[in-house]
């Protein structure tokens, strides 16, 4: 249901109270000058640059005073009809008792004439005097057919706009931009390229996303070839993403919650996956959404989620997971990590976007346990130091990324993770000095963490899969670096 029909709702049941919340003032004011048009309702809109305006010219003396404003619409009213006065980024006012009992009047008088406010903010900051009086609409991202739209606005001459499978690819890219960052995308990529590319309308995205500090967008170019082991995790994830039942909503995937110690490839796994299976890949920072103003964290968390919900099909990261909720059941910030938390668990349990989830974690036994429930993830991984193979494997990546000779005598690599064989190569490149060399200034996190390796291990065995081969992970030894068995659950026999 578009803003028109949301909003055409309301103000026929006679809601006098209603904030837009939307980024893009313009498009929200034309969508409401078409209604008030086909219905025949009258419109004033209000700003303190421009004062009151009806019917797009401005009345004398209507002033810059907010006060003025809120009262004015009573003066649009009429004996048989509905009039609306709209107030631009009206938030800014809302610290003034005065201008809050103003409002509280004006919506509750409303009732008698049918005069109706509308607020359109980029954020919701209702006082909890007027909580019960709004209501609020979303106004929300332009979807693929409405970018569609803008794009051959833009793409007037033969040749510029792309088609086919290109042009899906180019409407991907721009998902989750506003109107007017999708103009300027296109815009710039015509400047650039005389033509409308991904290319262009990626970068800009990147961009802004980044401007937001809620979301970074990552285009690396590395696939599951620069990743070692790991080869049941990477077959699980790329099964279920290409899979071609996946358009049905209800056999849509939810994603992974990966378990390990630091330094098995969590990370590294989360951003080769998006290039793996042609998806972009979102890292959400948990500790950039958290506001200073009261209730702001919240909004923050939901603008982030709807934000990642518009960029679908795409992978969402949250790094650490453990840490960016450490709060959660602790009350020394007021509550805010609980409700964000649950926020987002209500997100991850209700949305039906294409969005693939990765959450990684080095401790999940921190998180309560409704996180990790079934429904909210598809499959919970743990990765293990890697066995001797998966070693190997690793050892040739990174001999070939740092051009290291493969013939001097290679350093006793047990306990060590991938990170560890990664640093011990960088390290040898770096003071041109042989492996074996090398190594003495790498001490494994099996070393200096045994104890917490330890638990882990043995938290995660018998409740996780295993990352490496099919099956529930299992371990028979407590030390680090171990052989690990790894079995099928009885119920897979």
Known sequence: MTLTERLGEYIRACFTGIWIESHEYQDAHVAIAQLCQQENWKLGTWNIEQGLRVSGASVENSGSDPLTAIRSVNSLATQDGTAILVLQN???????????????HQVIAGKQNRTILIIISPVVQLPIELEKLFVVLEHELPDRQQLGEIARGIAIEEGELPTGSDLEIVLDAAAGLTRMEAENAFSLSLVRHSRITSEAVWELKSGMLKKSGM?????????????????????FCKRALLHPSRGNVLRRPRGVLLLSPPGCGKSQFCKSLGQEVGRPVLMLDVGSLMGSLVGQSEERTRQALRIIDAMAPCVAMIDEVEKAFAGVNSHG??????????????????????????????DVSKLPPEFGRSE?????????????????????????????????????????????????????????????????????????????????????????LSAQQPGVYHTSSLKPGSRRKVGRDSSTN
């Open 90 to 104: 009206f938030h800014r006012f809302l610290s003034s008792a005065e201008i809050v009992q103003a409002l509280s």
């Open 333 to 362: 910030d007021s509550g805010v990590t609980s409700r964000m938390f649950g926020t987002f668990l209500s997100w991850l349990n209700d949305h039906t976007s294409d969005v693939f989830v990765v959450c990684t974690a080095n």
């Open 376 to 464: 909210r993830f598809d499959g919970i991984f743990f990765l293990d130091l890697p066995s001797r193979e998966e070693k190997d494997a690793i050892w040739s990546i990174y001999l070939n990324q740092f051009e290291i000779d493969r013939q001097q005598r290679m350093p006793d690599d047990a306990n060590w993770t991938g990170a560890e064989i990664k640093a011990c190569c960088r390290l040898s490149a770096l003071l041109d000095v042989p492996l074996a060399q090398a190594a003495q200034n790498v001490v494994p996190v099996a070393t200096t963490a045994s104890e917490s390796v330890d638990r882990l291990r043995t938290w995660a065995s018998g409740r996780c």
């Open 215 to 235: 979301l970074e967008l990552h285009r690396g170019h590395d696939d599951f070839g620069s990743l070692g082991g790991l080869s049941s995790l990477k077959s």
